[in-house]
C-alpha cells in the first residue's frame, strides 16, 4: 500500500511509479481527511509506503495529521518506507516523520528517502522555465530508480539527503503556520469563476462568491494547488509568484 499526498503532481508521480513498480495500491492521503482511524491493513508480503512533498523544511499539516492516525494492522512488521520530495533542501523532515510514527505505530520507518524536484514554492522559487524543470525530473528519474531497488531489496536506511540541522525542526511550524495564512492570496481580474480552486482546495478553504473564489479560513495547508492549476493564472500569492510561473508534473 502506497499513501501519497500531491499539490502539483510530483509526490503523485513518485507515488504512482512505484505503484507500478512493486503493484502496490496507490491511494491519496486526501481520502482520509475525515476519518478518525486510518486502518492500513497490507496483504502477506506487501510494504506500507508514504509519499509526502517537504513544506517548510517539514511536513504539510495534512499529511503530519494523517500519520498521526495511521494504524497498521498486520503480523509481524511490513517493511515500512517514508519518500520525501523536495526542493532545495530536505529540511528535517525526516525527524519529524520519526517522531511521529514513534509515537503512533511505535516504530520508525525502516528507510527514508528522498527525491529532488522542482520546488513549487514560487513566492520564492523561479519555475518559468520549461527546460529547467524538466531537468530536474529527468534527475528525479534516476533517484526513483535507484530507490526501487533499495525498497525491493529490503534496505534499511535514512538516505534522505540534503538535510538541514536539526534547530531547524523548532522552525518548522511557527515558520509554516506564517506561510499558511490565506491573506497573502489574492485573485485577479483575469478569474474566470471556474470554481477550480474551490471544488480542488484539499483544506477546503475556499468557496465561490459571486462567481469569484473567497479564501473562508484563516490557514490553508500552503500547497498552491489553486495557483498553480488555476487556468487563467489569477491567483497569485504575495508579490512574485505571478513572474515565477505555474509548474504541474508534467
Not at 69 to 78: M, R
Not at 79 to 96: C, H, N, P
Not at 192 to 219: S, T
Amino acid at each position: 500500500m502506497i499513501y501519497y499526498f500531491s499539490a502539483t503532481g510530483n509526490s503523485r508521480y513518485v507515488a504512482e511509479t512505484l505503484s507500478r513498480y512493486f503493484h502496490d495500491p496507490c491511494v491519496s492521503i486526501e481520502d482520509f481527511a475525515d476519518v478518525e482511524s486510518v486502518d492500513c491493513y497490507p496483504a502477506p508480503g506487501e510494504s506500507v509506503g508514504i509519499v509526502s512533498p517537504t513544506y517548510a523544511w517539514g511536513l504539510p499539516v495534512n499529511v503530519r495529521e494523517f500519520l498521526e492516525k495511521l494504524v497498521i494492522k498486520a503480523p509481524g512488521q511490513p517493511y515500512l518506507y517514508f519518500v520525501a520530495t523536495y526542493g532545495k533542501i530536505s529540511g528535517t523532515v525526516d525527524l519529524e516523520v520519526i517522531r511521529i510514527l514513534k509515537k503512533t505505530i511505535r516504530r520508525s520507518p525502516d528507510a527514508l528517502f528522498g527525491v529532488k524536484m522542482p520546488d513549487t514554492w514560487t513566492p520564492i522559487f523561479d519555475l518559468s522555465s520549461r527546460a529547467k524543470t524538466d531537468k530536474i525530473n529527468s534527475a528525479a528519474d534516476k533517484q526513483i530508480h535507484d530507490m526501487t531497488e533499495l525498497i525491493r531489496a529490503g534496505k534499511e536506511r535514512n538516505y534522505i539527503k540534503n538535510k538541514a540541522p536539526e534547530l531547524f525542526s523548532f522552525v518548522h511550524k511557527p515558520v509554516y503556520n506564517h506561510l499558511r495564512q490565506t491573506k497573502y492570496f489574492h485573485v485577479e481580474e483575469s478569474c474566470i469563476g471556474c470554481g477550480q480552486c474551490a471544488k480542488n482546495c484539499p483544506a477546503h478553504a475556499i468557496e465561490m462568491k459571486d462567481g469569484h473564489p473567497v479564501w473562508v479560513k484563516d490557514r490553508c495547508i500552503a500547497c498552491l494547488r489553486c495557483l498553480h492549476h488555476c487556468p487563467e493564472f489569477a491567483i497569485q500569492y504575495g508579490t512574485h509568484t505571478k513572474k515565477h510561473g505555474q509548474y504541474a508534473h508534467k
